[in-house]
């Protein structure tokens, strides 16, 4: 009786939705107002189009993020993955084309199963480091950032590839299909895919349980190295499709692709309620929290704020969100 | 004389529980007054009061007839109150005089002065009757000389009053008469000591009062020349022990498991088998092996030696999950760490043995949710777990409804096999009764059950048949007329596989 009265008063309610989904419903409402203020350009039909069409990136990133996250870990060598899938699938196409000049398809799928080659034996590394040698997500997938990233660079010696087939940057960076941009239906078939397999299907039950208490996981014949192992996999080569899509949209292989986006992915997936204590998380609010992210840049260089000044924001959004997934957890454990 | 302590009306709310009533208690200098009563009957709660842990949401403490109020364990220390709990405030990596003078350090000038230390911790363990090296680390001791160090840490202030909290639970004959030599020597001193423990048997060697706790409330104190061993058991349960534990019809079935020449970490050379239809009971004290045993059974620690063959099938050496797929299944004793995810909800911890864990998946690699909540239901309503329980995370529910909920994965699980070790610990006696009706229904369905407990008449009661583990070894197997408290005592204590 007391928590139905509760919740019908307006504090009882704001608390309710914190629980539910977390701190993004509020940081939303808080960045349209701020910005619209800020900017008469920002509330436009077209430039919300747009932060959708450049969210994209940060949102497919997001959703591999959020599936080692839920795990119990984190991934901080996204960003590498990207970088390395550049690097290879664009020296692989540029190669290649140099043999097949008029199989240009071929050329283009050898070049992108290279990429996602590269970012598969990323994905495997931290899988195996944290998995089957207990290694921290933090230190492994950070050495391994830093590996990549150093393997990336020196392929190339710190110089783009350029001489990509023409169809590839035209069709996957610039392409549109029934008037939708290419990377917007690729993000929405992943999305859909990573919803099914989350929701649908009894493995990703398992990566829920793996990060909800690994022990009882095990207990429960859960294969928990495997499901570790498969997160992080799945994550780098999902961060490998999105370098995919950078690298058309560039027009080249590039090292520093993906430079900040292991810390935005972090930020998008904690601001949309997913615990950084494993366990917790929903695709659709995901896609919600990179599309924020993205969003509150937009708003930001509409209103003129300088890219160091994006940088410190950026941060203490960040640490804002780990705040409230802190208390909220406090919440969830102790009824609320 | 005075009184050492005296609570008025001390009285704890949490959210939902009442975990202590109105509790008035006293303890007289140079007494030992026991605490006794089920897991969750308030004897926790009452000491981590006494101790500084905790504060009272109603009531009052006084010590030597003056009013205190502690918010820290420091505090209830400087005053003379000294606590030594189950879980060990010792730092394992540290040596044995580094922990007797954790907050208390000795200095030169600026300086930790560790020769001092060392010597005043040598001195301070010799007075003690304790024979343990002040250089030793921490985490190479036994359990029983670490209960020793903590200990010691009680006598660096005036010490009034001594708090112990299941002394016994982890030590040996030898030990435990060592210890009580010790509270005997204190009682001498004028040491007022607050005792709590299961071991009814040991009340009439070193207690003076006994004050029974029942749901957080005080069922009575008396003193222990006017009672008895029953009447204390009628107090703490509230009934009669037939009324506990039910009658299990024995069918006994095919052989399902057999353990030949088991050695594990911990365990050596064990041979038993079990059948279907009977429940094994598993008993021993605390490092005796009898949970190690059965974690080498389901392939969680190695198996050096030995085999174990399953329905026929030999599984030495398999990975866990290929042998709960295979029929079998264990419940941990600690459904916190091992047990349930707790943030989730008892739906979703069950779906979990259903889904991502069930034997069969039907070929299909996509879960058909109405399906498994309807599961959910059935076993919910099986387990008895209300309702309103069901949509709630697991956190939020009492011990008895989240080993409620532990329960119904074995039956998400649907396993052949299945070993409870300490179900029911931590649950309130309403909720003991109907874990032990479950376990019944799932004996007499033909299924073969495995009881490890550390509470003695579970254990006897329950089963038809007794392990007895010590040291490692099983010392001996019991049944029928042979099982009687004093036999099974008797093999707890067998030394003849000792290490020494």
Known sequence: MTSAAATSSFPGLIRKIFVRVGVLPFFLLGALVVFTLLSPKFLTGQNLVNVMRQSVYLVLVSLGQMLVLISGGFDLSVGTAIALTSVVSATAMVFLAGIFPDAIWLVILLGAFAGFAAAACVGLLNGIGVAYFDVSPFIMTLGVSSLAGGAALFLTGGVPVSGLPFAFADIFGFGRLWGVPVPVIVAVICIAAMWIFMSRTALGTQVYAVGGNIKAAHLSAINTKRTLMMAYVICALIASLTGLLLTARVESGEANLGGTIALESIAACVIA?????????????VVLGGFFIVLVQNGMNLAQISSYMQMVLLGALLILAVIFDQLRYRMIMSGS | MSKLIETRGLTKQYPGVLALDHVDFDLEPGEVHVLFGENGAGKS????????????????????????????VGQAQAKGIYTVFQEFSLIPTLTVAQNIFLGWELRRGPFLDHRAMRKRARGMLEELGFDIDPSAIVAHLSRAQQQMVEITKAFHGDLKVLILDEPT????????????DFVASLKARGVGIVYISHRIQEFARIAERVTVLRDGAVIGTVAMSDTNDDALIEMMTGRSFDQIYPAIARTEGEEILKVSGLTAPGIKAASFNVRRGEVLGVAGLVGSGK???FRAVMGLTPVLSGTVSFQGTDITGSATRDIIMGGMYYLSPDRKAEGLDLAKTARDNLSVNIVAGARNTGGSPFIRWRGVN??????????????????KPVSQLSGGNQQKVLFGKCFGQEADLIIFDEPTVGVDMGTRAALYLLIKQLAEAGKAIVVISSDLPEAMNISHRLLVLAHGRISAELSGDDMTEDQVLKYFFDETGATQ
């Not at chain 2, 709660?45 to 010590?63: D, V, Y």
């Not at chain 2, 309807?374 to 949509?391: A, C, F, K, M, Q």
């Open chain 2, 169 to 180: 639970a982890s030590l040996t004959d030898r030990e435990v008469d060592h210890l009580f």
């Open chain 2, 291 to 293: 949970s190690r045993l």
């Open chain 2, 374 to 391: 309807t599961r959910t239901d059935e076993i919910s309503d099986h387990v008895e777990l209300h309702p309103g329980y069901r949509n």
């Open chain 1, 273 to 285: 309620g997913v615990s950084l204590r494993g366990g917790i998380g929903r695709v659709e609010n």
């Open chain 2, 45 to 72: 709660t009452l000491i981590s009061m006494l101790a500084g842990a905790n504060t009272p949401s109603e009531g009052t403490i006084h010590l030597d007839g003056e009013k205190v109020a502690f918010d820290s």
